[in-house]
């Protein structure tokens, strides 16, 4: 079961504003480069979680 973590209150990417995206991103990357344990241990759990493990080989190029 994943832990709710600030992540959970981070917008969608999928709107048409670039401009929205782009600072919701920077801010995004800036949280978790200051959170190394939380980034950590979101990609190790990747294997068990299926939903996870879907979207991230589903966008890959």
């Keep these: ?3 709710t973590t600030w992540l959970d ?3 969608s990417l999928t709107t048409p504003d670039l401009r929205l995206v782009q600072r919701t991103s920077r801010r995004l990357l800036d949280r ?3 959170d190394r344990p939380l980034l950590s241990r979101l990609v190790h759990e990747i294997p068990n979680d299926s939903e996870r493990l879907a ?3 589903s966008r890959s190029c």
């Design 55 to 57: 979207a991230s080989t």
């Design 32 to 34: 978790l480069a200051q």
């Design 9 to 11: 209150a981070v917008p």
């Design 1 to 3: 079961m994943r832990a």
